[in-house]
């Protein structure tokens, strides 16, 4: 079957906790002062959807790139097309299939993408992570600017809804958006959920420390929204609980979760376990051509082990934290000190993965299937370039799955070709936004945010065929996590506790999940 491969979503950093936040907002989403202001549950109503509370200022007036546009009118006839004449080596009644598929429990989630090339010049989009219940609205054009609403519309109206029209829980109670960080973007679900519902919506903070202040599931995995000394029903949420959403939730409930928490367990906030899942969707596609793209991924390491697996890859590697998100528990090693400040700090967990990094040509892992390195963003006055990612958003509906949102991020340093001893790899390769103050707290730098508007496009080099390239990877990622989701349910459609484990054999980590 091969090893399996992943990416890194770099970052090295002595201690590292980062979050993610508002652009538009000096202050972290997660932070104390953000979390104050935001920690009761609100009922929204019709009609209060506000374009600039739900979008970033630069978004406001940003227009999209016409093959951006293109892309998302296409459909996926046209799309399977086209990706079927530059891969003969496809079965193209395969890649229509993958398209018009319906996953049973992952409906919405987003791909975080590397551009690379090889060392004999072969292009590809590789995968770094899939995460379900991912952001980015805020940070999309409108593809059509008399939709106010945009893509919070297309994905409530064409996914969660539909879903929510055919699932009978038999729970009479109201609708919620569960969130733990992102106000800007969840806000913008619930009025955009009010207003498709033309009734109230609950918007509900549901941090670990909000189990049965703001919300709580009841022994029957109904959910509850707790206002006022009253504990209202609710029939189905819109979750986006993405810090260890599985200490607090349930992997399946009786009230309809969007997506369920099972989902993160199996793959879309669990680094470990989506390399497995990707490794087996690859077996099982061999005889169709279909393959999702990742780097070389060692799983089940543990702390001793990470030094063996760095030498074996040259020296150069990432160290992933499988259960973090939004950048924390990255570690890129390009030096000894690096991986001798990694190999120095206290870990929760039991078990990592170690992936073949992605940098430049010069230097960059070896791995069993050669190098791979950053294409990275057209030079700039100075000659500059530098490494970036691509998040691309998608959403299914009872026709299969549809483009919800793109966007990018670039590194805060070009990506240098000679790597001296000191340099701190995570500032060339690292495109999470956020940065730690002297206080603690955390702030954004959102000159980094690359939108995929008629100006910044055109720098991250990409044409048609990398977009549908990268739609079918992300389609194929959560094809593979929801795979993994329907294995780890049983005939009773019960979890199956045993098998997780092991799957997934870190002890700590399996004391975390709520049942």
Avoid at 75 to 89: K, T
Avoid at 247 to 255: A, C, D, G, V
Avoid at 273 to 286: E, F, G, P
Avoid at 422 to 430: K, N, Q
Wanted: include cysteine; glycine fraction near 6%; proline fraction near 5%.
């Amino acid at each position: 079957m091969g090893v399996l491969k992943l990416l890194l979503d770099g970052l090295f950093l002595p201690v590292h906790d980062l979050y993610s936040f508002d652009s538009n907002n000096t202050t972290c989403e997660n932070s104390p002062r953000s979390h104050a202001m935001h920690t009761e549950p609100n009922l929204v109503s019709p009609g209060t959807f506000e374009p600039e509370n739900h979008f970033y200022p630069r978004v406001l007036n940003a227009h999209i790139h016409p093959l951006v546009r293109n892309l998302m009118e296409m459909g996926n006839d046209r799309i399977a097309s086209r990706f079927c004449h530059l891969h003969p080596e496809v079965r193209s009644e395969a890649v229509k299939s993958l398209l018009q598929s319906v996953p049973k429990y992952f409906r919405w989630g987003g791909c975080d993408l590397f551009h690379v090339t090889s060392e004999t010049g072969n292009r590809s989009v590789v995968v770094i992570e899939t995460n379900s219940c991912p952001s980015g609205q805020k940070s999309m054009p409108r593809v059509n600017e008399s939709i106010e609403m945009a893509g919070y519309e297309r994905l409530l109206r064409d996914s969660f809804l539909k879903q929510v029209k055919v699932r009978k829980s038999g729970i009479k109670g109201d609708i919620a958006v569960l969130y733990d960080k992102n106000h800007m973007e969840n806000s913008g679900y619930a009025a955009t959920l009010a207003e498709l519902t033309n009734s109230n919506v609950w918007l509900v903070p549901f941090h670990k420390q909000d189990v049965g202040r703001t919300a709580e599931f009841d022994e029957k995995g109904v959910l509850h929204v707790l206002y006022n000394g009253e504990r209202i029903p609710i029939r189905a949420a819109f979750r986006y609980v993405t810090q260890q959403p599985w200490n607090r939730i349930p992997p399946l409930t009786k009230t309809l979760i969007y997506n369920p928490v099972l989902v993160c367990l199996a793959g879309g906030r669990n680094k470990l376990v989506a390399s497995k899942a990707y490794d087996i969707y690859n077996a099982s596609q061999l005889d169709t051509g279909l393959n999702i793209n990742t780097p070389e991924t060692i799983w089940d390491v543990s702390k001793e082990e990470v030094p063996l697996w760095v030498s074996r890859m040259g020296g150069i590697a990432v160290v992933k934290v499988p259960y973090s998100n939004a950048g924390q528990g990255v570690y890129t090693i390009t030096s000894e000190q690096e991986l001798e400040a990694f190999m120095a700090l206290e870990h929760n967990y039991d078990h990592y993965i170690v992936q073949s990094l992605i940098g430049n040509s010069k230097w960059s892992s070896q791995s069993q299937n050669g190098r791979l390195f950053h294409i990275g963003t057209m030079p700039d006055k100075k000659l500059n370039l530098y490494a970036a990612d691509i998040r691309f958003m998608v959403g299914t509906g009872p026709d299969g799955f549809f483009p919800v949102a793109v966007y990018a991020r670039r590194a805060r340093k070009p990506l240098t070709s000679d790597l001296q001893a000191g340099d701190d790899s995570w500032d060339m390769l690292g495109t999470n936004l956020s940065v730690k103050q002297t206080d603690g707290s955390f702030t954004t730098q959102p000159e980094r945010l690359l939108l995929v508007d008629s100006r910044d496009f055109n720098r991250l080099g990409f044409g048609m065929d990398d977009l549908i390239e990268s739609y079918l990877q992300s389609v194929m990622s959560i094809v593979a996590i929801d795979n993994m989701s329907k294995t780890l349910i049983n005939t009773k459609g019960k979890f199956r506790k045993k098998l997780f484990s092991s799957i997934n054999p870190d002890r700590r980590f399996n004391e975390e999940i709520s049942y």
